[in-house]
Antibody, heavy 123, light 107 residues
Framework: EVQLVESGGGLVQPGGSLRLSCAAS????????MDWIRQAPGEGLEWVGR??????????EYAASLRGRFTISRDDSKNSVFLQMNSLKTEDTAMYYC??????????????WGRGTLVTVSP | DIQMTQSPSSLSASVGDRITIICRAS??????LNWYQQKPGKAPNLLIY???NLQSGVPSRFSGSGSGTDFTLTISGLQPEDFATYYC?????????FGQGTKVEIK
């Protein structure tokens, strides 16, 4: 089955760190760029960042507001992508989704989403 | 950064209605515009990519149009399973962004 499964969420205190994982299966993970997208409770979607594939030197991009605190990495041998979150703030409380990027007809989109993992930052 | 603005924020409609959701970009994004549907407690699902291309498996009652800064998502013949929140997203440059969402509710 083609799927993405996130893990690693939980309750963390402000200033703390957390590492999220996303395990891919059912497709050639190493070919794809991967994104992280988050959604605060009752709010809309916010793009977090991206890691490209080996052909693109595993380069990364981040939302400007998160740059410096969040780091995305991947391990193609484990079909996994990771989100390291440091110096967490209460406003980082959200469901975090990993997504697979697709390019079709010259246009990029997130065509596969995981179910998400919930991060709660609270004293 | 490119900002995306959707309207309306919410709408009420009946089964069988035709509805249109508008998405505007703060600058020209060509046709680099995607639409997603999200149901409560679920992850979003890709409906439309490249402004008007229907994702595989998505019913043909969904359609998208537009280019430049103005885009629309139309649902022709609203079905009970279509009551959800819809988001547009640009993929024009490196830093993607979403609209704030449009919640479609049952009248």
């Amino acid at each position: 089955e083609v799927q993405l499964v996130e893990s690693g969420g939980g309750l963390v205190q402000p200033g703390g760190s957390l590492r999220l994982s996303c395990a891919a299966s059912g497709f050639t993970f190493s070919d794809h760029y991967m994104d992280w997208i988050r959604q605060a409770p009752g709010e809309g979607l916010e793009w977090v960042g991206r890691i490209r594939n080996k052909a693109q030197s595993y380069t990364t991009e981040y939302a400007a507001s998160l740059r410096g605190r969040f780091t995305i990495s991947r391990d193609d041998s484990k079909n996994s992508v990771f989100l390291q979150m440091n110096s967490l703030k209460t406003e980082d409380t959200a469901m975090y989704y990993c997504t697979r990027l697709m390019s079709s007809s010259g246009y990029w989109s997130s065509d596969l989403w995981g179910r998400g993992t919930l991060v709660t930052v609270s004293p | 950064d490119i900002q995306m603005t959707q309207s309306p924020s919410s709408l009420s409609a009946s089964v069988g209605d035709r509805i249109t959701i508008i998405c505007r970009a703060s600058q020209n994004i060509g046709r680099s515009l995607n639409w997603y549907q999200q149901k409560p407690g679920k992850a979003p699902n890709l409906l439309i990519y490249g402004a008007s291309n229907l994702q595989s498996g998505v019913p043909s009652r969904f359609s998208g149009s537009g280019s430049g800064t103005d885009f629309t998502l139309t649902i022709s013949g609203l079905q009970p399973e279509d009551f959800a929140t819809y988001y547009c997203q640009h993929s024009y440059n490196v830093l993607w962004a979403f609209g704030q969402g449009t919640k479609v509710e049952i009248k």
